[in-house]
């Protein structure tokens, strides 16, 4: 399967756990992507965390040796017609899922996760690992 695809945290999250699947999934991805709402999520956990400095040690490791997508004024755009649809809907999200799911429809990317809610939002392509 080859694509190119921003991760989710909670596929980050997995990588880090080593989960076999989704090492083996992004082996045949032709370009991976994080964005700075995913690290700021990461690094949020690490914080919580009972390993603050390996959890942030890794996190940061990951940051260097990924292509980081920010946010500008086309992702506002996104960002905004996504939320007003979802609201439309009835089917409000997680205002930093919002953001992801933006970065990714501006970027065109497939995003990687395994939350339910990102199936509902139009013009997004998702996969579950």
Same mark, same amino acid.
């Given at each position: ?20 699947? @989704?090492? =083996? ?11 700075? /709402? $995913? +690290? !700021? ?9 009972g390993? @603050?400095? =390996? ?11 990924? /292509? $980081? +997508? !920010? ?16 609201r ?29 809610h ?12």
């Amino acid at each position: 399967m080859s694509g190119k695809y921003l991760l989710d945290t909670n596929i980050v999250i997995a990588l880090f756990a080593g989960e076999e699947a @989704v090492i =083996e999934m992004l082996k045949s991805a032709d370009a991976v992507f994080s964005c700075a /709402i $995913v +690290l !700021g999520e990461l690094f949020y956990g690490a914080q919580r965390s009972g390993r @603050v400095k =390996e959890n942030v040690e890794q996190i940061t490791e990951f940051a260097k040796s990924s /292509i $980081v +997508l !920010g946010c500008d004024a086309e992702t506002a755009i996104h960002y905004g017609l996504t939320k007003n649809c979802l609201r439309l809907k009835g089917r409000p999200i997680p205002e930093n899922d919002l953001w992801i799911a933006a970065i990714a429809k501006q970027h065109k990317l497939t995003l990687v996760t395994r939350d339910e809610h990102f199936f509902d939002i139009e013009g997004l392509t998702v996969q579950r690992w």
